[in-house]
């Protein structure tokens, strides 16, 4: 089992691009898998999905007798056992897998024994009750072992009553009942009629089924989404070879992620042919206003004409009002896209929503409302107004995959955003991450560290203004927060004051200027007695932890270059260029008397070097984020530098590692 890590923290995002490979539909392959096991014959099946529900899945058919045999090629044989379980006993732990419990529990009930059906906790708060009840009318003995109309179940042998001429369903609580009444109907071994009340939500997933039997040789005659007919004498046939599609839902999320972050993005593996009807996503995209093209085995999205990767502001789409009864699980990325909306967006048909891995609706809107949307709900509806102002949020998953995966596309705000439980992606995409981090750039940061009067500060304004990036000198949050508590009186080493003080306070740190509760202090905090409480402060690792989300607000489109100590170990680790910078330490004392003359400061030179010298001492012994260059942080001696020597170095490693050659404009 992969590890859970606690929380994932995504950096704002400027543009996304690429191709992804999307994995197998775990709709599709939950499916041909029961209908292989079912078959006569041996199937091979290739680009199944590998994640939580389908593993689930294949360990009930194995827990059944049927025989999996995995190839060399990554394919999978799935001996058929011909209409008849070999294990006429078994207990099946289903997970959270609606995917797998509800056909299996039609496929079960009807062919009779003695089972046992179970899942997580959500999965026994899933109702399951309309199936029941009617497959209660086709003979079916299944018990509630918990609450009534929820899982556990037991199914029992089925009694040998003729099928009532017509079985009715409920349309509007979940596709997966019909689908699965439709999956057990052939092994009934007579007629099966079956009607919907009322409006039959998700209808591309019956029409997904019913096509995927036709393929296992088995005919459905509908009449509209109202009523199914499946014939005497059907039976499941193995075609031979079956290739899984990729999952048209997954692809969803990469697709928002093109039109937000420029792209072209491309998703290979669903296309224009595709039975899956999440696919008309792409649609509600290009109702947006992104760039939508498509082919037999791909789609791609790119943004809005006229969009800037560079620009300054988060991507705007247009807002959308969309009736999504056909496509639920898509229309969780259109909520999120729908914070980049020129307006407000509105959902309706979502109804379903209440009863899937969590109740999406109600956990949308939380998770929505903390990034600083405005959101309003109803039993079946949700409308989103856009942030006036991006928050950086925590944002919880609910151990619900689309929630991981819709919420990713926050990183095009204006913030840091930390998801909750990323791991729980592993139920249907277990590679979502690495394939997000392969098509989305962060806001790019360089990161400047070194010693005191090395010329940090001095480089990275120059090699900023040469990009046109944003600053972030973070031994002015460090400064003043000193200068703040000198001011106060508060202990230099009460770490709990400190926070409380930097809790309250307004610091304000925009392009080079300092603001303490809106009074400006640029220059009140340079003095040496404030680089010497600054450098004490620094130790307290509740102080350090309680300046990181202001020091990573700074990190804006199109760029920041960021210097201090701990820019590139612990600030910005996945900074596209580090540095770390140095020079003598007589040539470091030589400069900073001659900056403190300058700004007409008293100041003695021999004083001076003690004092650089006993900070540096500090700045390196201390136990968090000591001062020492990172790993992978290049280092640049300036003792015999000039300045202009040393921002070019720095501007040329940024244009061959950060790819914004042609944003540069040095000179
Ligand atoms: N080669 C050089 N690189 C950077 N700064 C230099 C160089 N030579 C002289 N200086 C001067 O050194 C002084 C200290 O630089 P500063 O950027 O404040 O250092 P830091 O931010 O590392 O404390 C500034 O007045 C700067 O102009
Ligand atoms: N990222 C940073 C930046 C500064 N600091 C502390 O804050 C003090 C002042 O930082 P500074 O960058 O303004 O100092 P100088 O290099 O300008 O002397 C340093 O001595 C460090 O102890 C830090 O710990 N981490």
Redesign the pocket.
């Known amino acids: 089992m992969s590890e859970r890590i606690p929380h994932l923290d995504l950096p704002p995002a400027c543009a996304a691009a690429g191709t992804v490979q999307l994995p197998g539909s775990k709709s599709i392959s939950n499916r041909v898998l029961l209908l292989a096991a079912l078959a006569h014959g041996t199937t091979r099946l290739y680009d199944l999905l590998d994640a939580d529900d389908t593993a689930r899945m294949r360990e009930a058919l194995t827990a059944l007798g049927v025989t999996l045999q995995p190839q060399p090629d990554g394919a999978l044989d799935v001996l058929g056992c011909g209409g008849r379980f070999p294990n006429r006993e078994a207990s099946l732990f289903l997970g959270n897998a609606g995917t797998a419990f509800r056909p299996l529990t039609a496929a079960l009930a009807v062919l009779g024994g003695d089972y046992r059906l179970d899942g997580v906790a959500r999965m026994r708060e899933r109702p399951i009750g309309d199936l029941v009840d009617a497959l209660a009318r086709w003979g079916c003995q299944i018990d509630y072992l918990g609450t009534q109309g929820y899982p556990p179940l037991r199914i029992g042998e089925r009694q040998s009553v003729a099928a009532p001429a017509v079985t009715r369903v409920r349309g509007n609580v979940s596709s997966q009942f019909l689908t699965a009444l439709l999956i057990a109907a052939p092994l009934l071994g007579q007629e099966a009629v079956i009607e919907v009340d009322g409006t039959l939500i998700s209808q591309p997933y019956v029409a997904m089924t019913i096509a995927l039997m036709a393929h296992f040789g088995v005919t459905v005659d509908r009449e509209g989404w109202q009523r199914f007919v499946v014939p005497a004498g059907s039976r499941y046939r193995s075609p031979g070879t079956w290739y899984v599609e990729g999952d048209a839902s997954s692809a969803s999320y990469f697709l928002a992620l093109g039109a937000l972050g420029g792209g072209p993005v491309r998703v290979v593996g669903v296309g224009e042919k595709s039975v899956q009807g999440d696919v008309a996503f792409a649609d509600a995209l290009a109702q947006m206003g992104a760039r939508v093209r498509k082919g037999e085995n791909w789609i791609e999205a790119a943004a809005p004409e006229g969009f800037d990767p560079m620009g300054g502001a988060a991507p705007r789409l247009r807002a959308l009002t969309y009736d999504a009864t056909a496509i639920p699980d898509a229309a969780m990325t259109l909520a999120a896209l729908a914070l980049f909306g020129d307006g407000t967006s509105r959902l309706t048909g979502i109804g379903s929503w209440r009863v899937k891995e969590t109740d999406r609706i109600a956990a949308m809107a939380a998770e929505l409302t903390k990034v600083g949307a405005t959101v309003a709900c109803g039993d079946d509806w949700l409308e989103v107004t856009p942030p006036a102002t991006w928050r950086a949020a925590t944002i919880a998953t609910y151990d619900d995959h689309r929630m991981a995966m819709a919420m990713s596309l926050t990183a095009f705000g204006d913030c840091y955003q930390r998801i909750l439980d990323p791991a729980c992606v592993n139920k249907t995409f277990p590679t979502y991450w690495a394939c997000y981090r392969a098509i989305v750039r962060p806001v790019p940061v360089v990161a400047i560290d070194?010693p005191?009067?090395?010329?940090?500060?001095?480089?990275a304004a120059r090699v900023a203004a040469a990009l046109g990036w944003h600053t972030l000198d973070s031994?002015a949050v460090y400064r003043a927060l000193a200068w703040l508590a000198l001011e106060k009186g508060v202990a230099l080493d009460d770490p709990a004051a400190l926070v409380a003080l930097a809790g309250t306070a307004r610091l304000e740190f925009r392009d080079g200027g300092v603001a303490v509760n809106g009074v400006d202090v640029g220059d009140a905090i340079r003095t040496e007695a404030v680089s010497c409480a600054a450098s004490r402060i620094a130790t307290l690792p509740a102080v350090r932890d309680a300046l990181l989300a202001l020091q990573r607000a700074s990190r804006r489109r199109p760029g920041l270059v960021a210097?201090g100590r701990d820019m590139g170990s612990v600030v910005f680790p996945d900074a596209c260029v580090k540095v770390f910078?140095t020079?003598s330490p007589e040539v470091r004392a030589e400069?900073?008397y001659?900056?403190l003359i300058a700004k007409g400061f008293n100041a003695n030179i021999d004083q001076l070097r003690r004092e650089l010298a006993a900070r540096d001492a500090q700045d390196r012994a201390r136990a968090v984020a000591p001062l020492q260059a990172a790993p992978d942080a290049r280092q640049l001696d300036?003792t015999a530098?000039?300045?202009d020597?040393?921002v070019a170095t720095v501007l040329e490693w940024v244009r061959t590692a950060c790819a914004v050659s042609d944003a540069v404009r040095v000179g």
């Open positions: 070194g005191s009067a090395s010329g940090k500060g001095t480089v031994g210097d910078l020079a400069r900073r001659k900056q300036t530098m000039t300045i020597e040393a």
